[in-house]
């Protein structure tokens, strides 16, 4: 089985500053990693997603994350946020070989961008 | 272009009623689940379902049915409802097995009082 832990509720940042949020994962299989942005009163979407190869990986909107597999990390930067930005962000994991029951989910961090 | 549909988007239900949760996707996606979010605790697993036919319990399934009987539609059903099922239900399909995109639905937020 897998677990996500994302270590902050709620991150607070100036307009324009960088970000970082962050997000550990434990599993003893290896496994895919992904990030989703919820907006208020929406589903989530897809920011990005590793599944293999480099392990910096680019999404929508300017984001990026980075594997880190000796510290079982996957957090998600962005050098320069927008108010557009705030949001909830989900880090999940799925393992590759496992079953069909979709992602297991993190709790979640709530990015506030303040002007 | 519409995705992932989910009906109704709010609902109040007293204790002990029954309802179901319409969910109904047109991308011909084999995979489709269930996920219950409460504040702070992310999303829970609440069924899935791997094709018409094919469904299977998830983290939370207690209080919860579920019917596969297209590709198209996967329906959620409260039986007797409790205060416990308060709680933002969303809806997701998927085409492969463990690659995780997954496509949501924009939710339906459930009330029990």
């Known amino acids: 089985a897998q677990s996500v832990t994302q270590l902050d509720s709620q991150v607070p940042v100036f307009e324009e500053a960088p970000v970082e949020l962050r997000c550990n994962y434990s599993?003893?299989?290896?496994?895919?990693l992904f990030w989703y942005v919820q907006y208020p009163n929406q589903g989530l979407q897809l920011l990005l997603k590793y599944l293999s190869g480099s392990t910096l990986v680019k999404g929508i909107n300017g984001f990026e994350a980075e594997f880190n597999k000796s510290q079982t990390s996957f957090h998600l930067r962005k050098p320069s946020v927008h108010i557009s930005d705030t949001a909830e962000y989900f880090c999940a994991v799925s393992a590759p070989r496992g079953g069909a029951d979709g992602l297991t989910f993190g709790k979640g961090t709530h990015l506030i961008i303040q002007p | 272009n519409a995705g992932v549909t989910q009906t109704p988007k709010f609902r109040i239900l007293k204790i002990g009623q029954s309802m179901t949760l319409q969910c109904a996707q047109d991308?011909?996606?084999?995979?489709m689940y269930w996920y219950r979010q409460d504040p702070g605790m992310g999303l829970k697993l609440i069924y899935y379902?791997?094709?018409?036919?094919?469904?299977d319990k998830g983290e939370v399934p207690n209080g919860y049915n579920v019917s596969r009987s297209t590709t198209e539609d996967f329906p959620l059903r409260l039986e007797l409802a409790a205060p416990s099922q308060t709680s933002v239900y969303f809806c997701?399909?998927?085409?492969?097995?463990?690659?995780?995109?997954?496509?949501f639905g924009e939710g339906s937020r459930l009330t029990v009082l």
């Open positions: 991308m011909n996606h084999n995979y």
């Open positions: 379902s791997v094709g018409a036919g094919i469904t």
């Open positions: 599993s003893s299989v290896s496994v895919y």
């Open positions: 997701a399909s998927s085409q492969n097995r463990g690659s995780g995109e997954l496509f």
